[in-house]
Nanobody
Framework: QVQLAESGGGLVQAGGSLRLSCAAS????????MGWFRQAPGKEREFVGT????????YYADSVKGRFTISRDNAKNTMYLQMNSLKPEDTAVYYC????????????WGQGTQVTVSS
């Protein structure tokens, strides 16, 4: 019964920055792991990064490590994705996802927000 809503997507030039937000409702975040995924047209969905809500531990895909940062705001039940040094290959629909930390798969998904990086 977790509902997720992404926002903050848009058009940005290569080298620029953008911050995405994922607001969650329906339950507390204790025991939850949240993550970001992205998918370009005709391509498979790609893992971007995750954050364990309890520990704050974060993991990133190699393709974004050093450029993207995941953060959280406990009071707002919101996860953020700060994207710096954006590249055209970052262009995709970005999805927010969540799972119980003991679960194996993400089973809660937002509707996605479009990020387009121009060269």
């Amino acid at each position: 019964q977790v509902q997720l809503a992404e926002s903050g997507g848009g058009l940005v030039q290569a080298g620029g920055s953008l911050r995405l937000s994922c607001a969650a409702s329906g339950r507390t975040f204790s025991g939850v792991t949240m993550g970001w995924f992205r998918q370009a047209p005709g391509k498979e969905r790609e893992f971007v990064g995750t954050i364990n809500w309890s520990s704050g531990n974060r993991y990133y895909a190699d393709s974004v490590k050093g450029r993207f940062t995941i953060s959280r705001d406990n009071a707002k039940n919101t996860m953020y994705l700060q994207m710096n040094s954006l590249k055209p290959e970052d262009t995709a629909v970005y999805y927010c996802a969540a799972r119980m930390s003991f679960a194996l798969t993400f089973n809660y998904w937002g509707q996605g927000t479009q990020v387009t990086v121009s060269s």
